[in-house]
Each structure stands twice: as C-alpha cells, then as structure tokens.
C-alpha cells in the first residue's frame, strides 16, 4: 500500500461485499494510514490478541484485508472506526501502515446502530457486550425517532436473530455495575441472578457487590428473587442485603440405593415398606449416638 491517505480502489466486487449498495450511493474504497484511525466512543465489544486474533492476522498478512472497515471523519483529525475495529488490530499486528475502509458522513445514532449490528451476531460475545451493545442500540433508535417499546425491541431480536424478550433482558442486564457485569462474564453470578439485581439501585448494587466479594460466596435464584422483593419494597439496607447473602444454603440432595446393595441386607421376604421402615430406625440410631458423641451438625 502507497502512503496516501486518499488512494482511491475501484469497486470491482463491491456488489459482491455488500449487495450493490456502493455503486448505488457512490461510495468508494479508501486506503487510510492506521495512525489516522480513532475507536468508537464507548465500543462494547473487546478487541483481544487471542488464537481467533492470529487467525486473522494470518489471513491480513496473505490475502490482505478482504472487506473493508466503516469509518466516519473524526472531530479532532483523522477518522473514527464505527465497523472494523478487529480488522484495524489485524493490520496493526500484520505491520500494515494503512487500512481500506469507507467513509462515511453519519451522526452519532446512525454510527451506533451500524457499530451494534456488525458485531452483534459474533458467538464469542460475552453477557456484558451484548447487554452493552443492545443499550446503546435501543438508545439510538429512540433518538431517531424509530417506534418505542416491544415493537422495537422485537425488530432488534430480528436483526441480531434472537427473540425480542432475550433482547429486553440484555437490556436490563446492562444496568449492572460492571464489576457485578464482570461477575456475570466470570459466571459468579448467573444470568437470571444478574437480571435481579438489575432492579436494585446503584447504591443497593453496590451492597451486594461488595458481600458477594467479601464473602467469596455465590448468589442462587432464591436470594436474588428476594433481593429483588425487598428492593421493590424499598425495605433493602445493607444488613438485610448481609443476611441475605450469607444464609446456608440447603445442598440438593438425591439418594438412591441400588437394588443389589438393598439385596445384601435384606432377603426377598421384606418388603419395600419394611425395608424402608428398618433403614429409617438405624438411621434414627446413628444421629442419636452422633449427638451423644458431640458430633451432631
């Protein structure tokens, strides 16, 4: 690649990258210099030098950049990345010195949905990026005047192939904190305990934080739920949060004993009935001497 930062490439498979619409609008491919490129303001989506990185550092280095990035003039010199920003890291990895991409002249939600909807169907994608990303998607929308409430919502599930309450929940997931939002990537806390504690306020979130970090515990169903009630009730303090979070928790237990373990000990003569009743009555006899011994939970 030349060092201008205005090489202009001619749209020979353009149709092909993106169904005609480049010839239609007169967009044109641009080679631009890596230096001039900018991240998009509060991009959710992480850019990391991993196996899947390599791969397309590979690639970049023996075909070179196959689509180009989406970008649009940035305020302060240069241009701002909307889609691409993985590309860029591959080029930047690659020892490329410049990037094709197309500029485009669009406003802040126009960028944003753009942003959102080329990244949004990746399977690599954490709970905290797509809550994130369906966020600032929902929020554009609105700005633009697009139709509010469940109708939105479900044409966002239409577009990112999920279901509109899927899309709502991640909506609500993003009103974590992101050390709680961490928690949930790390699968601390689950998906359905995160959308509890969404409910609660910044400051009862914190609480909760800070219990679940202090006591190295985990959160179940039930907890949340009620963590959730008592928010709604405006009843939560931090010393209910604490009891709460730190009661026992019952483990789930399921016994079955064999058939062939319960022939050893009792012949055919006995009956389903009996056997139950006489392995109750030792039990009984085995928690008494525990008891007797100090033994007892």
Same mark, same amino acid.
């Given at each position: 690649?030349?060092?201008?930062?205005?090489?202009?490439?001619?749209?020979?498979?353009?149709?092909?990258?993106?169904?005609?619409?480049?010839?239609?609008?007169?967009?044109? %491919?641009?080679?631009?210099?890596?230096?001039?490129?900018?991240?998009?303001?509060?991009?959710?989506?992480?850019?990391?030098? &991993?196996?899947?990185?390599?791969?397309?550092?590979?690639?970049?280095?023996?075909?070179? /950049?196959?689509?180009?990035?989406?970008?649009?003039?940035?305020?302060?010199?240069?241009?701002?990345?909307?889609?691409?920003?993985?590309?860029?890291?591959?080029?930047?990895?690659?020892?490329?010195?410049?990037?094709?991409? /197309? /500029?485009?002249?669009?406003? &802040?939600?126009?960028?944003?949905? /753009?942003?959102?909807?080329?990244?949004?169907?990746?399977?690599?994608?954490?709970?905290?990026?797509?809550?994130? =990303?369906?966020?600032?998607?929902?929020?554009?929308?609105?700005?633009?005047?697009?139709?509010?409430?469940?109708?939105? %919502?479900?044409?966002? #599930?239409?577009? =990112?192939?999920?279901? #509109?309450?899927?899309?709502?929940?991640?909506?609500?997931?993003?009103?974590?904190?992101?050390?709680?939002?961490?928690?949930? &990537?790390?699968?601390?806390?689950?998906?359905?305990? #995160?959308?509890? %504690?969404?409910?609660?306020?910044?400051?009862?979130? #914190?609480?909760?934080?800070? %219990?679940?970090?202090?006591?190295?515990?985990?959160?179940?169903?039930?907890?949340?739920?009620?963590?959730?009630?008592?928010?709604?009730?405006?009843?939560?303090?931090? =010393?209910?949060?604490?009891?709460?979070?730190?009661?026992?928790?019952?483990?789930?237990?399921?016994?079955?004993?064999?058939?062939?373990?319960?022939?050893?000990?009792?012949?055919?003569?006995?009956?389903?009935?009996?056997?139950?009743?006489?392995?109750?009555?030792?039990?009984?006899?085995?928690?008494?001497?525990?008891?007797?011994?100090?033994?007892?939970?």
């Amino acid at each position: 690649m030349r060092g201008s930062s205005a090489q202009k490439i001619k749209l020979t498979s353009y149709d092909d990258l993106f169904g005609g619409e480049g010839q239609a609008s007169g967009e044109a %491919i641009t080679s631009v210099p890596i230096s001039q490129l900018h991240p998009f303001k509060s991009h959710p989506f992480r850019v990391s030098d &991993d196996a899947k990185m390599q791969e397309m550092v590979e690639s970049v280095k023996k075909y070179g /950049i196959l689509v180009p990035g989406i970008v649009r003039p940035y305020a302060e010199g240069g241009y701002e990345v909307v889609a691409g920003h993985r590309r860029w890291r591959a080029c930047e990895l690659a020892g490329l010195v410049e990037m094709p991409v /197309i /500029i485009r002249k669009l406003d &802040d939600d126009e960028s944003t949905v /753009i942003m959102v909807d080329s990244n949004i169907q990746r399977e690599d994608l954490l709970p905290s990026e797509k809550a994130k =990303a369906y966020r600032m998607k929902y929020e554009a929308l609105k700005h633009q005047g697009s139709r509010e409430g469940g109708r939105t %919502i479900e044409e966002m #599930g239409g577009t =990112a192939g999920e279901s #509109g309450k899927t899309v709502q929940r991640y909506i609500w997931l993003s009103r974590l904190s992101d050390g709680l939002l961490d928690m949930v &990537d790390r699968k601390r806390i689950g998906f359905v305990q #995160g959308l509890d %504690i969404s409910f609660l306020s910044a400051e009862q979130q #914190g609480w909760v934080q800070e %219990i679940l970090e202090r006591q190295g515990t985990s959160i179940s169903t039930s907890q949340s739920a009620r963590l959730k009630g008592h928010g709604r009730l405006g009843e939560l303090t931090p =010393a209910l949060a604490e009891a709460v979070l730190t009661e026992r928790k019952e483990k789930a237990r399921k016994i079955t004993i064999g058939k062939d373990a319960v022939r050893k000990y009792f012949s055919d003569d006995y009956s389903s009935e009996e056997i139950e009743r006489i392995i109750l009555e030792l039990l009984e006899g085995w928690k008494e001497r525990r008891e007797a011994d100090g033994l007892s939970d």
